[in-house]
């Protein structure tokens, strides 16, 4: 990507003559240190959100690294712009070859489980393909973290989205379990092969994959995906989820929606995007016989999660 932050290397800086400016920079918090011996300016990475910091990370650690190093598991999901369910790990991982072993070093923990031939090169930074990305996070990660990442992947990419210009082709479930009964008896495969069969490209958010783990975990009836409503007006739009046999719409609020760093209609005032959210919530409860709207917090806690949904007659099945 052309707007990438600069990345300083010491190495680089000592040929140059230059190391003894940087160090003093460094020293004076012009400087930060991204990883051993890779340097950025402070005011960029401060304006970075953490997921761009461990990109930088990334690419920080392949500096580092001998040519054709091919980064996995989080740090390849992490250039792939997969959404992270939790913090980002402070090491990145790198696979290497059987006969090379697993060996770790500063900052970069080492998979001796061989390169994946289908690899890419993105910013600069060779990793693993998106196949075998999330089947590795899926064997080693959360259940949920993982089927966030997952049901982002099966989806077709918005305009605006992260991952919007990447020119990464969609995988599909049938792939992603070909694979995961091609590395068994990988270490994690029948956790990974869980995360990968419960995944629905369906899911509009990380909340949205959130909250389907939870449905499941308190044992409630699966609901439908992105359901479209009308009214005499016309399309109202989709339904975050549905349960048809109680006629109940539930929406998903969130900072991927309103907040600063959201996709989609940037150029809107918050006041006006709430203003159209209650128009559409509006129309929707005149179509429909239960409507409830949950928030990331509300999603995090069972119990009220099961009381609320429990109001509209939505019990374990």
């Not at 709207?293 to 999660?305: V, Y």
Request: hydrophobic share 40%; charged share 25%.
């Amino acid at each position: 990507m052309s707007n990438l932050p600069a990345l300083i290397v010491s190495s680089e800086a000592e040929l140059l003559g230059s190391d003894r400016l940087l160090r003093k920079q460094f020293a004076a918090g012009v400087f930060t240190r991204v990883a051993h011996g890779v340097y950025m300016r402070r005011a960029e990475w401060s304006r970075l959100d953490a997921d761009e910091q461990h990109r930088a990370l990334v690419r920080a650690s392949a500096l580092r690294s001998k040519p054709g190093a091919q980064f996995s598991h989080d740090s390849a999901a992490a250039m792939y712009r997969l959404p992270s369910i939790g913090p980002w790990p402070n090491r990145v991982h790198e696979l290497v070859a059987p006969a090379a072993g697993g060996t770790s070093r500063r900052g970069i923990l080492r998979h001796s489980l061989g390169i994946d031939p289908n690899g890419t090169e993105i910013d600069g930074v060779t990793v693993s393909s998106l196949e075998r990305t999330l089947v590795d996070v899926a064997c080693t990660s959360s259940f949920v973290r993982a089927v966030a990442m997952i049901d982002h992947a099966l989806r077709p990419e918005r305009e605006g989205e992260p991952r919007w210009g990447l020119g990464i082709p969609l995988v599909s479930k049938v792939e992603l379990l070909r694979l995961t009964a091609e590395l068994a008896p990988y270490r994690g495969i029948v956790r990974g092969r869980r995360a990968v069969e419960f995944a629905d490209g369906g899911a509009g958010s990380p909340a949205e994959s959130f909250g389907r783990v939870q449905f499941h975990a308190l044992k409630l009836p699966p609901p439908e995906l992105q359901v479209p409503f009308f009214d005499a007006q016309g399309l109202i739009g989709y339904a975050d989820f549905y349960w048809r046999e109680l006629d109940l719409v539930v929406e998903i609020d969130g900072k991927a929606k309103y907040g600063p760093n959201r996709h989609f209609q940037k150029g809107v005032p918050v006041d006006e995007l709430l203003w159209q959210e209650k128009q559409r919530e509006d129309r929707l409860r005149r179509v429909m016989r239960s409507f409830e709207r949950l928030d990331w917090e509300t999603i995090a806690d069972r119990r009220e999660l099961a009381a609320r949904l429990a109001r509209h007659g939505l019990r374990r099945g």
